[in-house]
């Protein structure tokens, strides 16, 4: 509730200190890591269907896109 009453409101009426409590319960519970694991097996089922269309320059760039994607790093 807390996170997405912060959420929600406009830019610039978020506190630097709101920010970082935002941060901290993101941290707190995990989330980033389960993010990463939704992302990966996401990806693997993607990969999975790019693999059965024909071999094409358009699915290179899907698949190279898709692999960015997954290994961006912030």
Same mark, same amino acid.
């Given at each position: 509730e807390?996170? !997405?009453e912060?959420?929600?409101r406009d830019r610039d009426s978020i506190s630097s200190a709101e920010i970082e409590r935002v941060? %901290?319960?993101v941290e707190e519970y995990g989330c980033t %890591? $389960? %993010? +990463?694991e939704?992302?990966?097996q996401t990806a693997k089922v993607s !990969?999975? $269907?790019l693999e059965k269309l024909p071999?094409? +320059?358009?699915? +290179?760039v899907l698949g190279e896109m898709l692999?960015?994607?997954i290994h961006r790093a912030f």
């Open positions: 807390e996170v !997405l912060i959420l929600h941060i %901290a319960l %890591a $389960y %993010a +990463d939704v992302c990966q !990969l999975q $269907y071999p094409t +320059d358009a699915r +290179d692999e960015f994607l």
